[in-house]
Every structure is written in structure tokens, then in C-alpha cells.
């Protein structure tokens, strides 16, 4: 296939499965998540069914949810999305409440960061874009809200996405290029991300509990996470304008590991995606050992180097990171990746 | 004790690092991201750690895999590394012993584990594997290289089939003239690709003499070996001899 043929962009859908099918054996625990993870959908799903929500809002899940990665260890990262302004709504607090009541348990609460387990306005995602009014957690949300979101109950999900898309893709987009904007603001999310983190371990005093987890998180799942979002927005330069915004939209709605998947085949990087996959599938067989889990937790920024855990981990990412830069780098995608990506 | 240091070495011999790169034989050499050398090679130098780690960075300072190829260099590369000295390399590997290995195997495995976390990979050859379980505490960073024609195992992908069986985390380094030693059209190696892509990890690179010692990749080797190398796009390469 023309790898410069926009026709070849398109079916994402199952892309992750069609890749390890026709690729190899490895996959398995990441095939095992995305089964556990549609079983637990199905369960909240239900869960919500009776529920009556205001038309104008959805509940919405987060990280692992919509990455299709469940564990047994994973948060419930959930919020009330509201398409319009969640200020002064009696209702909207309902189904906030409505939300805790079947989401978050014990320890599957989400983030204390207060990004999630609230209502977010869908106005203030797509207004406050850049300058100062644009927060951090503003920021996380709406970055979020394009690269892994889900809904378990309501209807406003899908446009109150294709809103914030169309916030990026509404102004300054040219024809086969790149969208800027939003190129500029996913590279801004993923840098912030990682500063943050260095943030973290300055206010913890550097004995932030959760630096190995994050870190760990960060040259894994969140590192995917970006790259899932970076490859689709370099791919628009096969596109005209008029054809982005669907474009994304659907990409959007898939899983990042799809996006990739579909990405590595595309490219003709058979065998990196085979490593890349095969790296990741033992990430995802680590966060479903409640052992591996706990002896992850329990690491600290002192005794880490000392883990063979941590060693491994580190080397999975290493895995990822090679694999990512051999497609966006040594494949056609480099033609547009050197021009768009760095500078 | 004061610790040895090669980071002021290193540094004179950046300016060098391109050009040594660019001099490769091979433009597919030469663009890799990740392509340093075997320490295997300078003999002249062999168990002066600090020295072979500035003529390793003289060529490049992405990658290098300190070779301790017979046992009784081995002691003497990991207290270079327990010492924590200063290095440019992004990729670093050891070559486990070869030659002259004790009869002890868990005692070398043991010592093999103690090398500190920055070594990302442990490169031994399968003719010195004997109990497999015993090798498992190296996890993923123990990495397993296809043998030459001159061994009696690990030439194919069958014979590594076992290996790896026992060894589920175990990785492969792919020893492309050793490939071509066995199967000169290098229809073993495309095999061992094919069916053990998700355990790449780092290529050889290097040619053959007819006595089967690594020399310098030749021109004819570079084109020969172009369609597996980039199957290798995303790991390390180590040259087993100089560029030229």
C-alpha cells in the first residue's frame, strides 16, 4: 500500500488485534486487559443504565479505561463532563454523586490532584486554551479528555471532544500539514507531564512516594499515551483540511495502542512493532501481578537502583522509546516527523 | 581508592565520534541511532577498562559492550563498574565469559547478576549454558548470541528454540556473521528474525575471515547484510572489529 495514500489511514478499529494476530504470539496480557476491561465497562455500564442524567451530561472514565488496560490495580479515573458550564448546577452535583456511588472503591478512588472525581465544563476545556487561565489541570483534562476518555453513561462525550477538537482545528490549519495547534499543545501535555513530575519530587522534599510508580508510568503507559496521539496528528499531512477533523475524531476513538498498532503496519515497521508490543504486553503482565504492584509501590527514589524490578521496567521503556523513535525516524513517517516533530 | 574516570578522555575524543561514524562502510551503518563497539576487539588493551572505554567512545559514544571473554577478566570489569565511573555511552552491555568458564555455572550466573543496573544487556554464548534455570535470575537483561559454524550449538533458530523456551524473558542478540558463517545466503538468519523478532535486542556487526575471526565489515558484507539490519532498526549495533 502507498504509505502517502490517505486511503491507507483509515480502519483502526482492532488494529492491536489484527497486529498481534498476524505478528506473533506476544500479546496476550494486553489481549487479556482489553477483555477484562470491556467486562467492567459492561458492568458499570449496567450500573448506570437506570440512572436518569441531565441531556447535557456523561460520565466519563479515564487512563486505563479508556486505554482498553485494566487491572485488578488500576484508579477509577472518572469524571461528570458537562457540555457547557458545570457552575451552579444542582443537577450536575446529583450526578457527581451518582458517580461516587458506583465508581472509585476503596483504594480504586481516583487521583487526589482533584482532576478527576468532579464535574468538568466542556466551555472552560475549549475557552481557556494557553495563557495563563489555561491550568494545569485544565490542561490534563482536555489533553485527556482527546487521548483516552471513554463514556460509561450519558451522550455528550463525542461532542464534547469533537468541540475541543475543533477549537485546534478550526483556526490556521492548512491543507496537508500538520495541525500546529494541536500538535503544539499534545507536545505541551506530555513535556508538562514530565516537568510535573520533576515538580512532585522538589515539594515532596525528594522522597516522593510515588516517584518509582510515576516514573515507571511515565516511560510506559504515558509515553504510549503521547506517541498515540503524536503519530495521528503527523499523519494529517495527508490530509486536507476539510478531512481532519473526522479524521481525528475517529483515530481519537480508539485506544492508543490501536492508533500505534494500526501505525506500525501501516509504516512497513513490522518487526519494531513486534518488539514494541512485546515490551509493553510484559509491562501489562507486571501492573496485573498484584506482587509486581506492591513491590513497585513500596520502591523509593533511594532504593530503586537496587530493584531488578525497576531494572526491568526501565528496560521495557528503553524498548519503547527505540522502537518509537524507529518509526518515527526510519520509516516514511520520518519525512514528516523531522519537519513537524522537533522544532 | 580514587575512581577511575574516562569522562575527560571521553571528551577529547568527541570531536572524533562523527567522523569515525561517517568513515563506516555502510551509510546503514553510519545513520544508525545506536551503534558503538565491542571491546572484544582490542586486545592490545584488554583489562585496562578505563583505556578501552575511551577507544570504545573514540568511535562512538551511543553504545559499547565491555567484553570480558574469558573468565578471568571478568573480575576485574566488575570492579571497574562497581566504581561507578563516569561514561558517555547511552547503551551499555557486557559480554559474558567465553572462554576458560569454571565448572561452577550458578557461581558465574551470581556474579554475572551482581552487575550494577546501567548494564542493560548480558551477552553470553548458549554453548556455555548448560543447567538453563540457573540463568533465568538474569531476566531480560540476559541476552543469547547465534553461534558461528565452528560451534555445535545455537547456530539455527530450532537449536535457540530450546533456549528460549526455558528462558522466557531471555533476549537474542543477532550475530549477523555468524548467521552468514552457518547459512551464507542468510536464510538462518532471516529465520531467527522471523521467529524471534520480539526477542531483539542487539546485533553483531562485523565480517569474517575464512578463520572465522571478526574483522572489519566489508562493503560486500554491508550490502549482504542491508535487508536484515533494517529488521534491527530499533536496537543496538556493536561492531566486533574496528570500522576499518
Not at chain 1, 289 to 314: G, T
Amino acid at each position: 500500500m502507498d504509505t502517502r495514500s490517505p486511503a491507507a489511514l483509515s480502519n483502526q478499529a482492532g488494529a492491536l488485534e489484527r497486529f498481534l494476530k498476524s505478528n506473533g504470539p506476544q500479546g496476550q496480557h494486553l489481549l487479556d486487559a482489553r477483555t477484562h476491561t470491556a467486562q467492567r465497562q459492561a458492568v458499570v455500564h449496567a450500573q448506570f443504565a437506570e440512572e436518569a442524567l441531565p441531556s447535557d451530561t456523561s460520565v466519563v472514565l479515564f487512563g486505563s479505561w479508556a486505554r482498553q488496560e485494566l487491572t485488578e490495580g488500576s484508579d477509577d479515573d472518572w469524571a461528570v463532563l458537562v457540555d457547557g458550564t458545570a457552575e451552579d448546577r444542582t443537577d450536575v452535583v446529583g450526578v457527581v454523586e451518582l458517580a461516587r456511588r458506583h465508581l472509585g472503591d476503596g483504594d480504586r478512588k481516583p487521583g487526589s490532584q482533584g482532576i478527576f472525581g468532579e464535574a468538568i465544563s466542556g466551555d472552560e476545556l475549549v475557552a481557556k486554551v494557553g495563557l495563563d487561565e489555561d491550568t494545569n489541570t485544565n490542561l490534563t483534562r482536555r489533553a485527556l479528555l482527546l487521548l483516552e476518555s471513554v463514556e460509561v453513561a450519558g451522550s455528550v462525550h463525542a461532542r464534547c471532544r469533537r468541540r475541543v477538537l475543533e477549537r485546534y482545528l478550526n483556526y490556521g490549519v492548512k491543507d496537508f500539514r500538520p495541525p500546529r495547534f494541536l500538535l503544539n499543545d499534545i507536545v505541551r501535555y506530555w513535556r508538562t507531564v514530565g516537568v510535573d513530575f520533576e515538580g512532585k519530587h522538589r515539594d515532596t522534599g525528594g522522597d516522593d512516594p510515588k516517584w518509582v510508580e510515576r516514573n515507571a508510568k511515565l516511560r510506559t503507559a504515558r509515553k504510549v499515551l503521547f506517541a498515540g496521539g503524536l503519530v495521528p496528528i503527523l499523519q494529517c499531512h495527508l490530509l486536507a483540511k476539510p478531512d481532519m477533523p473526522d479524521y481525528l475524531d475517529q483515530q481519537l476513538s480508539r485506544p492508543p495502542t490501536d492508533r500505534l498498532a494500526a501505525a506500525f503496519e501501516h509504516y512497513g515497521a513490522i518487526d519494531e512493532g513486534v518488539r514494541f508490543f512485546g515490551a509493553y504486553d510484559r509491562w501489562m503482565e507486571l501492573m496485573r501481578d498484584q506482587q509486581a504492584r506492591a513491590e513497585l509501590a513500596a520502591l523509593r527514589f533511594e532504593n530503586r537502583e537496587a530493584s531488578s524490578l525497576f531494572a526491568e521496567i526501565r528496560q521495557i521503556g528503553e524498548a519503547l522509546d527505540q522502537a518509537l523513535i524507529a518509526l518515527l525516524f526510519d520509516t516514511p513517517l520520518s519525512q514528516v516527523a523531522r519537519k513537524y516533530a522537533v522544532l | 581508592m580514587s575512581v577511575p574516570t574516562v569522562s575527560a578522555a571521553a571528551t577529547d575524543k568527541v570531536a572524533s565520534v562523527v567522523p569515525a561514524l561517517l568513515d563506516a562502510p555502510s551509510p546503514v551503518v553510519s545513520r544508525h541511532l545506536s551503534v558503538g563497539c565491542s571491546t572484544g576487539f582490542m586486545v592490545d588493551q584488554r583489562g585496562d577498562w578505563v583505556g578501552l572505554v575511551a577507544r570504545s567512545a573514540a568511535t562512538s559514544t551511543l553504545a559499547v559492550e565491555l567484553s570480558a571473554l574469558s573468565q578471568e577478566e571478568l573480575p576485574g570489569l566488575i570492579r571497574f563498574l562497581r566504581t561507578d565511573p563516569s561514561m558517555p555511552f547511552h547503551y551499555l552491555s557486557v559480554h559474558a565469559p567465553s572462554k576458560g568458564v569454571g565448572a561452577d555455572e550458578a557461581e558465574r550466573v551470581r556474579a554475572l547478576m551482581d552487575l550494577p543496573s546501567r548494564v542493560r544487556a548480558i551477552v553470553v554464548h548458549p554453548d556455555t549454558m548448560e543447567d538453563l534455570k540457573v540463568w533465568s535470575g538474569l531476566g531480560r537483561r540476559l541476552v543469547v548470541e547465534n553461534m558461528d559454524a565452528r560451534k555445535n550449538s545455537g547456530q539455527t533458530a530450532d537449536q535457540l528454540a530450546d533456549v528460549f523456551r526455558a528462558l522466557p524473558l531471555a533476549g537474542l542478540c543477532l550475530d549477523i556473521a555468524h548467521a552468514k558463517h552457518v547459512d551464507p545466503s542468510l536464510k538462518g538468519g532471516r529465520a531467527m528474525l522471523d521467529r524471534f523478532a520480539g526477542r531483539l535486542r542487539h546485533v553483531h556487526l562485523s565480517s569474517l575471515d575464512d578463520s572465522g575471526h571478526h574483522v572489519p565489515l566489508t562493503a560486500e558484507d554491508a550490502e549482504l547484510f542491508t535487508d536484515l539490519l533494517e529488521r534491527c532498526r530499533d536496537v543496538p549495533w556493536i561492531l566486533e572489529a574496528p570500522l576499518r
